[in-house]
């Protein structure tokens, strides 16, 4: 029975969400596409057309939202598969080494990974956003692992490791772990414990860490042993990152409210200006929360605020463009007053913008990105209240 509770039959909304957000990318080589880039891109080793992942895709997108299990999903994709002709061991040319090679592509054995893989990262990223909702009722997470005799030796001794949701060990221990990892994370309070006689884990099993190399580019990581290459990271917190609002052009591009470069001679990097903004909300860099504003409203916090479409993370325009993340992520957190405005984007279309005002900071944000604008009244670049 452990077996058939592995991945639920029935999809929350947050894990189908985070599965349709994803853009697509294509690589050869399972390491091609690496760690968190898994959780904003959906890639299928040797897959190298989108119309192929567009086909593999939807089958998972319908198992899913149906609860379709593995052999239903099989079923399905097969015949699919072969039919194009992406089927069996073929003759490729790996684009890296301009060599071929003799490939494996699809297989029943390849479409459970395929289908475990996409299913378990898509609830769990779902999860993980319904854990950050919910925290201050259960501020404390507890290390699962499915103690069938099947699971790693370093995930059994991690079963049972209690630690506060945003403690740093749930960066790199938060699952899966691993390919055919069935490891999760269980949301529990102080009474629960209490009731189990469960203690908080005073310091986490620690296993030696070992530097690999992804030949395909070139980059040296250390991965904790128990955890495979390329798994470590939190799925959840990556996925926090795509929901994060996208910067608007009137706040970051010539001609918009700041105007000019940001002087490089100010002595501040891109990361410690963005440092500003994640500390006015209690993170350190590279974290990553839903916050819940004063009125009960929440929203993902991350870099991501300030990541481009191209994906490269900038700060705005101006002179004062080093100072803004602080400033901006000040008005959010404590703000003198929050409403929403209407205002007009780019196509003429009237659109509800939630504003944060602080002093002279203002703050708008809502479904089609964010901008700000300090100081002065009068209406807000490219839109009209």
Same mark, same amino acid.
């Given at each position: 029975?452990?077996?058939?509770?592995?991945?639920? #039959?029935?999809?929350?909304?947050?894990?189908?969400?985070?599965?349709?957000?994803?853009?697509?990318?294509?690589?050869?080589?399972?390491?091609?596409?690496?760690?968190?880039?898994?959780?904003?891109?959906?890639?299928?080793?040797?897959?190298?057309?989108?119309?192929? #992942?567009?086909?593999?895709?939807?089958?998972?997108?319908?198992?899913?939202?149906?609860?379709?299990?593995?052999?239903?999903?099989?079923?399905?994709?097969?015949?699919?598969?072969?039919?194009?002709?992406?089927?069996?061991?073929?003759?490729?040319?790996?684009?890296?080494?301009?060599?071929?090679?003799?490939?494996?592509?699809?297989?029943?054995?390849?479409?459970?990974?395929?289908?475990?893989?996409?299913?378990?990262?898509?609830?769990?990223?779902?999860?993980?956003?319904?854990?950050?909702?919910?925290?201050?009722?259960?501020?404390?997470?507890?290390?699962?692992?499915?103690?069938?005799?099947?699971?790693?030796?370093?995930?059994?001794?991690?079963?049972?490791?209690?630690?506060?949701?945003?403690?740093?060990?749930?960066?790199?221990?938060?699952?899966?772990?691993?390919?055919?990892?069935?490891?999760?994370?269980?949301?529990?309070?102080?009474?629960?414990?209490?009731?189990?006689?469960?203690?908080?884990?005073?310091?986490?099993?620690?296993?030696?860490?070992?530097?690999? #190399?992804?030949?395909?580019?070139?980059?040296?990581?250390?991965?904790?042993?128990?955890?495979?290459?390329?798994?470590?990271?939190?799925?959840?917190?990556?996925?926090?990152?795509?929901?994060?609002?996208?910067?608007?052009?009137?706040?970051?591009?010539?001609?918009?409210?700041?105007?000019?470069?940001?002087?490089?001679?100010?002595?501040?990097?891109?990361?410690?200006?963005?440092?500003?903004?994640?500390?006015?909300?209690?993170?350190?860099?590279?974290?990553?929360?839903?916050?819940?504003?004063?009125?009960?409203? $929440?929203?993902?916090?991350?870099?991501?605020?300030?990541?481009?479409?191209?994906?490269?993370?900038?700060?705005?325009?101006?002179?004062?463009?080093?100072?803004? $993340?602080?400033?901006?992520?000040?008005?959010?957190?404590?703000?003198?007053?929050?409403?929403?405005?209407?205002?007009?984007?780019?196509?003429?279309?009237?659109?509800?913008?939630?504003?944060?005002?602080?002093?002279?900071?203002?703050?708008?944000?809502?479904?089609?990105?964010?901008?700000?604008?300090?100081?002065?009244?009068?209406? #807000?670049?490219?839109?009209? $209240?």
């Amino acid at each position: 029975m452990a077996g058939a509770l592995e991945i639920p #039959l029935l999809a929350a909304k947050e894990a189908i969400a985070f599965f349709r957000g994803k853009g697509f990318k294509i690589g050869f080589d399972w390491r091609d596409v690496w760690q968190t880039e898994h959780a904003r891109a959906f890639t299928v080793a040797k897959a190298m057309s989108v119309d192929l #992942l567009e086909e593999i895709r939807s089958q998972i997108d319908d198992a899913l939202e149906k609860g379709e299990s593995l052999e239903e999903f099989t079923k399905q994709l097969r015949p699919k598969l072969q039919k194009r002709g992406w089927w069996g061991r073929k003759p490729m040319l790996d684009p890296a080494t301009g060599q071929h090679v003799s490939a494996q592509l699809g297989s029943d054995r390849r479409l459970k990974t395929i289908y475990q893989v996409n299913m378990r990262s898509a609830y769990q990223a779902g999860r993980w956003q319904r854990i950050q909702q919910t925290k201050a009722a259960f501020p404390f997470l507890r290390y699962t692992s499915i103690m069938d005799g099947k699971e790693r030796p370093e995930h059994h001794d991690w079963h049972g490791t209690i630690l506060p949701v945003g403690h740093v060990w749930w960066k790199t221990h938060y699952g899966p772990c691993g390919w055919g990892c069935r490891c999760g994370a269980m949301a529990i309070n102080q009474r629960m414990m209490d009731r189990r006689g469960w203690k908080l884990t005073e310091a986490p099993i620690a296993f030696p860490h070992e530097p690999y #190399l992804n030949k395909r580019t070139g980059e040296i990581t250390h991965v904790e042993r128990g955890i495979d290459p390329g798994f470590s990271f939190n799925v959840g917190e990556a996925y926090l990152d795509t929901l994060t609002p996208a910067p608007l052009p009137e706040s970051f591009e010539p001609g918009g409210s700041g105007g000019g470069e940001v002087s490089a001679s100010a002595g501040a990097t891109i990361e410690t200006a963005i440092g500003g903004f994640l500390g006015a909300f209690g993170l350190k860099a590279g974290g990553e929360k839903v916050f819940i504003d004063r009125q009960g409203w $929440p929203l993902a916090i991350s870099a991501g605020w300030f990541r481009g479409a191209d994906g490269v993370l900038r700060l705005p325009r101006g002179r004062r463009g080093r100072e803004v $993340p602080a400033l901006v992520g000040g008005a959010i957190a404590e703000p003198d007053d929050i409403s929403w405005v209407w205002m007009l984007d780019l196509k003429g279309r009237a659109c509800l913008m939630r504003r944060y005002r602080r002093g002279k900071v203002e703050v708008d944000v809502g479904r089609i990105g964010w901008r700000f604008r300090i100081g002065g009244g009068g209406q #807000l670049a490219k839109g009209r $209240p």
